[in-house]
């Protein structure tokens, strides 16, 4: 498959790989978006900033091991989210691709 531009029209025969990617990207915002806040903080700064639990510690004000306990309980909860909303569909969502 090539590289698409951002702003490119998706093609037909490439309909369904955008909507399961819209639906993907849903349901990750959907069960991260749900996350209490101090779990979220520490989700998003693992995750997504790829920082390490010693640098989201200094950063959020707690130590090590309160960020790994946060941690471990966002995962489970985003994957439990996820897990029990495989079948749902999100509403009409466009991805600019």
Same mark, same amino acid.
């Given at each position: 498959?090539?590289?698409i531009?951002?702003? @490119? +029209?998706v &093609?037909?025969?490439e309909?369904?790989?955008k909507?399961?990617? @819209? ?10 978006g749900g996350?209490? %806040?101090? *779990?979220?903080?520490? %989700?998003v700064? &693992? @995750?997504?900033e790829?920082?390490k639990? !010693?640098e !989201? *510690? +200094?950063i959020?004000? +707690? ?8 941690l471990?309980s *966002? ?6 989210t ?16």
């Open positions: 498959m090539e590289n531009a951002v702003g @490119e +029209t &093609s037909r025969s309909q369904p790989l909507r399961k990617l @819209e639906r993907s990207s849903y349901q990750v915002r959907v069960a991260v996350l209490p %806040f101090v *779990a979220r903080e520490v %989700f700064l &693992s @995750e997504y790829r920082l639990p !010693i !989201i *510690a +200094t959020v004000g +707690t130590d090590v091991e309160t960020v790994t306990a946060r471990q *966002a995962r489970q909860r985003v994957r439990n996820l897990t029990s909303g495989l079948n749902r569909d999100p509403p009409d969502v466009e991805l600019r691709v």
